[in-house]
């Protein structure tokens, strides 16, 4: 042991990419602590595998104020009765007009609505000649629930609207033809919506709840003040203790997406790389979010419970077990904030519509957003003292 | 850096309070480079905190003062770089195997061969061999050693250790302090709270601290020396009867059993003696005069300052 026998060599120390060098160290640690924690390792698996056999059937309610596009070949008296009937049933509510089909399935595709009403040229015309013309109804199936229910009340609806028209009179049966078109999902098969969603709220809870527990449980264990003792940074630290668990959040979301395929049948139209990188961002938001809670709470019991405050919203405004567009407005408010929504919409979007970069921009920035408001929050709150 | 003036730890009038509760009061400490620099004081009397004030761990309330030349309120940053600190609570990773957190200490610290450092330091320590074992698995000795190993690994300049030795056996607390007097010959300043008089005795200087208050600071010599204390040793039968008899008589400041002796100390020479005089030729009893232990010197410190300070 002693000094005289084995001097030690001295070695060079080295300031250049000072900063990797440091992150690097954090982050191998981390890896080799998670390795060693091997009922975390198993929950890594078990978790999305419980919650998909869980979570097969879907919930049901009722939604209204759909968010709904009329695409208006035709702008006449008809026309405007009819969508003023579809808007009194207090399902649709109707954000835009367009007059280019193009724009029509741009809204669609993007999310913005989930209903689309197309009045074909020659609409008004055609009912007066009795030719019984097509309404085309096209409704965004990604989220069965409530496309369905919103569908199924059309028939009834207008007719009895229109009863009062001074066009129509009352007629022994449908003037027109209304062809319901079940965009992306034609099925309403549930699963579809579901996995995608669960690919969200599995890697919202175990990021989450990983990182909230990185600091608190240093602390608790008596190395933070090793750890703060010697040349590191909070950036450092930060990185990582998040980038090891980036990994972890993708092998969950593979896990998830490759059990939907093969068990559910879910189909990933778009873009996979597309999907893996907006994965990426959102694993990173809540890994952010989650060290974030771990630089204000005081223990690790608190870090869980500050965990469940930010996963229940999570799970109950994004859009996840309840319609989005159902929600009051002030729950709408609160769901943007939280990056499940965003992260909903975004893989919904892409692996059941095929939607592209362009439609789920917004998104995406937001997701950018809510990380960087976390990871600043977390640096500043990083305490490098211990008093 | 320093300009070489040979101070390692330079600091004035430190304060600190936690909860309105002062911990360390106006403390003023010089430790010369190359020394060893013990820290000794009951528990709760403020070691720690000063230790952790010296590395940048926290903030003093007043006060101001350089370690290795470094401003300890300004260059933190730089002062970690270059000093080593073991805290009194084994703080590697339980969970890392002995190779894995040197190599983690080499990593923060930026050595250019992460691997090659903490290999030199397996073998230095002598731990060749248990290489792969989880840190947490290690016994009490193994484990001072490997935190004395890691906090060296980055060659510092200062080893700020607290309390390295608490609960070690004499074998590994010998070998340990072997470690430190090495260390010390190659250069490093080394300042070390203890508990234990004879590790006191092995360091170049001492200050004892009690209540937040350095209250002497010297060689040991000097400590006892300065402490103006008169101490007899008693030996013989029947020592606690003595103990009760001579407990709060005038001159006598302190009674306190040694194994089979009494010491019975006091400053001042004149009460003591009168005070004891009734004793001295009493059949059965030794009586010499002795200089007065470290803890003797210590002890009625402690005592002295108890009615100071609380």
Redesign the interface.
């Known amino acids: 042991?002693?000094?005289?026998d084995?001097?030690?060599?001295?070695?060079?120390?080295?300031?250049r990419f000072?900063f990797w060098?440091?992150s690097?160290?954090?982050l191998?640690?981390e890896f080799?602590?998670l390795r060693?924690?091997r009922v975390s390792f198993a929950m890594i698996v078990m978790l999305p595998v419980m919650q998909l056999m869980l979570f097969g059937y879907a919930i049901n309610t009722t939604p209204h104020n759909l968010p709904s596009a009329v695409l208006l070949q035709e702008d006449s008296d008809l026309a405007r009765s009819v969508l003023k009937a579809l808007e009194n049933t207090k399902y649709f509510r109707f954000l835009y007009e367009v007059h280019d089909v193009d724009d029509f399935d741009n809204l669609l595709k993007s999310g913005k609505v989930l209903f689309g009403v197309e009045i074909p040229r020659g609409f008004e015309r055609a009912v007066r000649r009795g030719d019984k013309p097509a309404l085309l109804v096209a409704a965004d199936a990604t989220d069965p629930v409530a496309a369905s229910a919103a569908l199924g009340s059309l028939g009834m609806v207008v007719q009895t609207a229109l009863k009062h028209d001074l066009y129509i009179g009352d007629p022994p049966e449908m003037p027109f033809e209304i062809r319901a078109h079940a965009r992306y999902n034609p099925a309403a098969n549930s699963s579809l919506n579901i996995v995608p969603g669960l690919v969200g709220t599995i890697l919202t809870m175990t990021m989450l709840i990983f990182t909230a527990l990185s600091v608190t449980r240093e602390v608790e264990?008596?190395?933070?003040?090793?750890?703060?003792?010697?040349?590191?940074k909070p950036v450092e630290v930060m990185f990582g203790k998040i980038i090891p668990y980036v990994l972890v959040g993708f092998v969950q979301a593979f896990l998830i997406i490759g059990i939907g395929v093969v068990m559910f049948g879910v189909p990933v139209l778009g873009n996979l790389f597309l999907l893996a990188l907006l994965s990426t961002l959102f694993i990173t938001t809540n890994l952010s979010i989650g060290y974030t809670i771990s630089t204000v709470v005081q223990n690790q019991l608190q870090a869980m419970q500050m965990s469940m405050m930010f996963f229940l919203p999570s799970i109950l405004l994004s859009g996840f077990m309840f319609p989005f567009a159902g929600m009051p407005a002030w729950a709408q408010y609160l769901g943007e904030a939280l990056p499940l929504t965003h992260y909903l919409r975004i893989v919904r979007a892409i692996m059941l519509k095929g939607a592209t970069m362009q439609n789920v921009r917004f998104d995406a920035l937001a997701l950018a957003a809510l990380m960087l408001v976390a990871m600043t929050i977390a640096v500043t709150r990083f305490r490098?003292?211990?008093? | 850096m320093n300009g070489g003036n040979g101070i390692a730890i330079d600091v004035k009038g430190l304060t600190k309070s936690f909860g309105g509760r002062e911990v360390v009061h106006d403390l003023s400490m010089q430790v010369k480079r190359g020394s060893i620099y013990g820290f000794l004081g009951p528990n709760g009397s403020g070691k720690t905190t000063t230790i952790r004030i010296l590395c940048g761990l926290l903030t003093p309330d007043s006060g101001e003062g350089t370690c290795l030349g470094y401003d300890i309120r300004r260059d933190a940053d730089k002062i970690k770089r270059q000093v080593g600190y073991m805290t009194q609570r084994f703080s590697l990773y339980q969970d890392l195997s002995v190779r894995e957190n040197l190599e983690f200490v080499a990593r923060l610290y930026g050595l250019a061969d992460a691997r090659g450092a903490a290999r030199d330091m397996i073998k230095r320590l002598g731990l060749s061999g248990r290489e792969e074992q989880l840190a947490g698995e290690l016994s009490g000795g193994w484990k001072q050693r490997l935190a004395l190993g890691a906090c060296t690994l980055p060659s510092p300049k200062l080893l700020l250790l607290d309390e390295p030795t608490a609960g070690v056996d004499p074998k590994a607390r010998r070998d340990f302090w072997n470690e430190i007097h090495a260390l010390a010959a190659e250069g490093l300043t080394v300042l070390v709270s203890t508990h234990y008089m004879d590790e006191a005795e092995r360091c170049h200087e001492i200050a004892y601290i009690a209540y937040g208050h350095l209250l002497t600071h010297g060689t040991v010599e000097e400590v006892i020396a300065g402490s103006a204390l008169t101490t007899y040793t008693v030996t013989g039968d029947e020592l606690n009867e003595l103990t009760a008899a001579l407990a709060g008589k005038p001159g006598v400041d302190m009674v306190a059993p040694f194994g089979t002796s009494l010491h019975v100390s006091g400053r001042d020479v004149a009460a003591l003696e009168s005070s004891i005089a009734p004793w001295r030729d009493k059949s059965g009893l030794h009586w010499h005069k002795s200089s007065p232990s470290l803890e003797d010197v210590f002890i009625e410190l402690m005592n002295r300052s108890r009615d100071n300070f609380q």
């Open positions: 042991m002693s000094a005289i084995h001097p030690t060599p001295a070695h060079e120390v080295r300031e000072g060098k440091r690097y160290a954090m191998i640690k080799i602590q060693r924690d264990r008596g190395t933070m003040e090793a750890l703060l003792s010697m040349p590191i490098r003292t211990l008093d």
